[in-house]
């Protein structure tokens, strides 16, 4: 094997393992930004090693062997003797004959408890959401910073700021690196599904820049999601929310046109959607359901989704049960975003003039003033309501307060598209 087809083989590997390796490891020093850096030492090891002796028969054992023996060495180096590092060292050296039998079986494992720690702690609320995200994609997804701070547009310094601050937060904190307890559960899940979902958020709908979509970021969250169903098989919001994040997804061949034009749901090819995908979405809404528990936010949205991809066209949406189904998301959920999204099923199952009535009660909530759907949405309704200046300035407002350029292009040709519509233009 070339130098350069066992670079490829480490960076896939690492892509693989590299989650269950920091998780295994942290377990065991009870600390993630050294668990990480252990991790790194054995990629560095794989990096120098491989290309003259040959990719190993398991390579993930191979990564967790080396990266424990530098733990042990470390602690041999340090000149710090208290209890607990000497308790630590004592368990490695203890532990080293019996784990290097072990090892193969426990890297086969692809869902153990370690995972499952990782995941909780890496999520956990004492971080900020910037700081949850970034490190979440780090250590589980195995991203570079440079891949994090490209997905989002921002400075590699601010993501690696970002990382080095949540590794010394947890510390600080002394976060135990645990599951949490049953009746602790429902909150700390709420967090980890929230990083999830904005993770899919902003590779399905990206917030800014040239890009309509971020696949790497799409793929993540549901590689992300798809762990912890397996994980937590009895949590119905957990299959909710991959339901959702699969349904979403199996459009996305559909959501750009030939020129890179974002493409919006109603003008999709729905013969382009990944109806394997769609498969996975409703088994996945099946399993939310099948646990007995009442439906959350996420299965609820789950199933407003399901309701698109069981319509071959877009005319054979049941947008009457999708409108109940916002009616229930509102309660759960109640918010202006929720109202508005609820607003257009109303459009499109009892008409743009009981729509409109419900968007002008939201034009003055604080939380939209600087939301571009908002006039989006407005312009619409107006636009088949026949009034066609306000419409068009409404689609410029929207414009103007996008970042996302594909969006802004839209939106910009809906505008001209309704002044062409005015004055009897008929477009090429």
Known sequence: MTTSAVGRTIDAVWRIESARLIAGLARVVRDVGLAEDLAQEALVAALEQWPESG???????????????????????????????????????????AASRDLEAEVDDPFDDDLLRLIFTTCHPVLSTDARVALTLRLLGGLTTKEIARAYLIPEATVAQRIVRAKRTLSAARVPFDVPARDELADRLASVLEVIYLIFNEGYAASAGDAWMRPELIEEAQRLGRILAELLPGEPEVHGLVALMELHASRSRARTGPGGEAVLLLDQDRSRWDWTLVGRGLLALERAYETGRAPGPYTIQAAISACHARARQPDDTDWESIVALYDALVQLMPSPVVELNRAVAVGMAFGPEDALELVEALRDEPALRDYHLLPAVRGDLLAKLGRSEEARAEFERAASLTQNDRERAVLLGRSAATLAARDGIVPD
């Open 55 to 97: 990719v190993p028969e398991n390579p993930g054992a191979w990564l967790m062997a080396t990266a424990r023996h530098r733990a042990i060495d470390r602690l041999r180096r340090a000149e710090v003797h208290d209890r607990k590092v000497g308790e630590l060292g004592r368990e490695l050296e203890i532990r080293g004959a």
